[in-house]
Antibody, heavy 122, light 108 residues
Framework: QITLKESGPTLVKPTQTLTLTCTFS??????????VGWIRQPPGKALEWLSL???????HYSPSLKSRLTITKDTSRRQVVLTMTKMDALDTGTYYC??????????????WGRGALVTVSS | SSDLTQPPSVSVSPGQTARITCSGD??????VHWYQQKAGQAPVVMIS???ERPSGIPERFSGSTSGTTVTLTISGVQAEDEADYFC???????????FGGGTKLTVL
């Protein structure tokens, strides 16, 4: 059974750095084609992809947020960490981590965490 | 191009057929996955790789593709299908994930 769970602060101040941890079970980040991604959703709005890290440590970032994001993995602890610098009120929303499976031209988020609500406010 | 375009809303009566489209330049070369998101919940995959229905997903959900447009079809819509639906694929380079803007399905 694959599960993922996001953890981190619920409230951050403007200009601060957000650090979110995704702790997963039921799969290995050693497996070829497997990755973990981060997706966020402002209240009442669409899903927005942020970042993705693969089994081979390949990393991808949203072009619009690349300068603010860093993604790392700790395979032995089954964790993926996302940091986002210079937080702003517009970054308020629910942040999800999700199991990602890459197979040819298919890139699917098959399993999702429940999400972590992050509010940016002074 | 990296954009995926969906209609903001679709409304149908129970028992009717709902069709939600997703358009994008990269779709002839990249697979699309469809997610259902109910209020306060995480997204769930309903259709994988354009047309595949994962285990446990009702048969009334199906997917089809034609050129730069992929369609999610819900036949015999039920009240429980009321939700937001998002399509997801990759951009033309295959390096960046893209989501559609989402479609709110209302069951009248």
């Amino acid at each position: 059974q694959i599960t993922l769970k996001e953890s981190g602060p619920t409230l951050v101040k403007p200009t601060q750095t957000l650090t979110l941890t995704c702790t997963f079970s039921g799969f290995s980040l050693h497996t070829r084609g497997v990755g973990v991604g981060w997706i966020r959703q402002p209240p009442g709005k669409a899903l927005e992809w942020l970042s993705l890290i693969y089994w081979d440590d390949g990393k991808h970032y949203s072009p619009s947020l690349k300068s603010r994001l860093t993604i790392t993995k700790d395979t032995s602890r089954r964790q993926v960490v996302l940091t986002m610098t210079k937080m702003d009120a517009l970054d308020t929303g629910t942040y999800y981590c999700a199991h990602h499976r890459r197979a040819g031209y298919s890139h699917e988020f098959a399993f999702w965490g429940r999400g972590a609500l992050v509010t940016v406010s002074s | 191009s990296s954009d995926l375009t969906q209609p903001p809303s679709v409304s149908v009566s129970p028992g009717q057929t709902a069709r939600i489209t997703c358009s994008g330049d990269a779709l002839p070369t990249q697979f699309v996955h469809w997610y259902q998101q109910k209020a306060g919940q995480a997204p769930v995959v309903m259709i994988s790789k354009d047309t595949e229905r994962p285990s446990g997903i009702p048969e009334r959900f199906s997917g089809s593709t034609s050129g730069t447009t992929v369609t999610l079809t819900i036949s015999g819509v039920q009240a429980e299908d009321e939700a937001d639906y998002f399509c997801q694929s990759m951009d033309t380079s295959g390096n960046y994930v893209v989501f559609g803007g989402g479609t709110k399905l209302t069951v009248l």
